[in-house]
């Protein structure tokens, strides 16, 4: 019913930039926050970045001040812009979102499959 679709990651240099992109589609009524996790192998899923509806954003201590989200309503779409990138933010990125349903009202949380950012010479 909804679908969210990652896309933007890919093999940087230390030092660089890439953007992520996350388009929800499907069965939506209204979208709550977006936002972005992350997982590298042997740790836990983080919080990177999240973004309400009223444009209130968060992020994670790790990225503040090197990483921008910022969304697209009207296409429902969410960016993570990533720069000074550092080996230590390789990992899976995965999109996620807070969704309401038509009709029903009903609220549910929706991830992406992922896309990998790897940061390395």
């Known amino acids: 019913q909804v679908q969210l679709v990652e896309s933007g990651g890919g093999l940087v240099q230390p030092g660089g930039s890439l953007r992520l992109s996350c388009a929800a589609s499907?069965?939506?009524?209204?979208?709550?926050?977006m936002g972005w996790y992350r997982q590298a192998p042997g740790n836990q899923r983080e919080l990177v970045a999240t973004i309400t509806s009223s444009g209130t954003t968060n992020y994670g201590d790790s990225v503040k001040g090197r990483f921008t989200i910022s969304r697209d309503s009207a296409k429902n779409t969410v960016y993570l812009q990533m720069n000074s990138l550092k080996p230590e933010d390789t990992a899976v990125y995965y999109c996620?979102?807070?969704?309401?349903?038509?009709?029903?009202?009903?609220?549910?949380?929706?991830w992406g499959q992922g896309t990998q950012v790897t940061v390395s010479s």
């Open positions: 996620n979102s807070r969704i309401s349903q038509p009709t029903s009202g009903s609220v549910f949380t929706y």
């Open positions: 499907g069965n939506i009524f209204t979208i709550y926050a």
